[in-house]
């Protein structure tokens, strides 16, 4: 699932879910904004079983919607994922006041499923050979940083969302070092600096959200001409991309391809 659709036949809307399939292991990550993802799995001929793990890249609607009917589906997760602080209440700041945009599911109805529930940390967690966890991720890039009308309650009150759940998927091949994202809220370059310190090696290929649909031209222009330097080949930015962004990148990225639903993407 994801924000656009080459086909008709194919359904799109505002929200991510990925399907990772290696030898020995299948992994969801997010589930979209409704249980939608699931006709398209079906339309694409995607066999959602063995789901190894259902992986959540944070607690937004767009990312979980389609839980319950995971959850209480004929093809359960062995086993999910999610970061730090994942439930509680979470919004977007509007003209008009403040929109609830948390987790569409709640912590008791992960307890009520019966499935093994596992928080991921700071240190990377691996799942099956070449395929890692990662969370905890902080800004440390100029430009990026604590977006103002993303918000959370805390016991200090209502503050600016640092995300400290969110989990990114890093897939370590023989040739690529790949790192998937649900949003980056914390900033793609952050994320891709992390992961390289901690892998000892560039990231080469990026799938997902980068978040930069709001960012002005300057933070466009760096993060583009960043990742290149970095050594990202393939840019597989989507969801909350933004179209500025995305027009930029394929103006001025070789490796940039647009990330729809039905995409295909294969990780040496």
């Keep these: 699932m994801e924000n656009g659709s080459p086909k008709d036949c194919l359904a799109s809307e505002h929200g991510l879910s990925l399907w990772i399939e290696g030898e020995n292991f299948h992994l969801l990550y997010d589930t979209g904004a409704s249980p939608r993802f699931l006709k398209n799995a079906q339309a694409l001929n995607v066999q959602l079983q063995p789901i190894d793990a259902l992986v959540l890249s944070h607690g937004h609607y767009d990312h979980t919607g389609g839980v319950t009917a995971v959850l209480t589906g004929p093809n359960r997760p062995g086993a999910i994922y999610l970061g730090k602080d994942f439930f509680g209440p979470r919004y977007s700041q509007k003209k008009d006041g403040p929109m609830e945009i948390g987790a569409a599911f709640t912590s008791y109805a992960l307890e009520q499923s019966g499935i093994p529930s596992f928080e991921v940390g700071e240190k990377p967690l691996q799942l099956a050979p070449g395929l890692w966890l990662l969370s905890g991720f902080t800004a440390t890039e100029e430009l990026e940083g604590p977006i103002p009308t993303l918000l959370r309650d805390t016991n200090e009150g209502r503050e600016p969302d640092r995300f400290q759940d969110e989990v ?101």
């Design 168 to 268: 990114a998927v890093v897939l370590e091949g023989d040739r690529e070092l790949a790192l998937v994202s649900g949003c980056s809220h914390v900033g793609i370059l952050s994320m891709c600096r992390r992961v390289r310190e901690i892998f000892g090696r560039p990231v080469t290929t990026f799938l997902g959200g980068t978040h930069l649909m709001a960012a002005g031209e300057e933070r466009i222009r760096r993060t583009c001409a960043c990742l290149k330097e970095w050594g990202v080949e393939r840019l597989g930015a989507c969801h909350c991309n933004g179209e500025r962004a995305g027009a930029y990148f394929e103006a001025n990225f070789p490796g940039f391809f647009q990330n729809h639903v039905g995409s295909c993407v294969t990780v040496e």
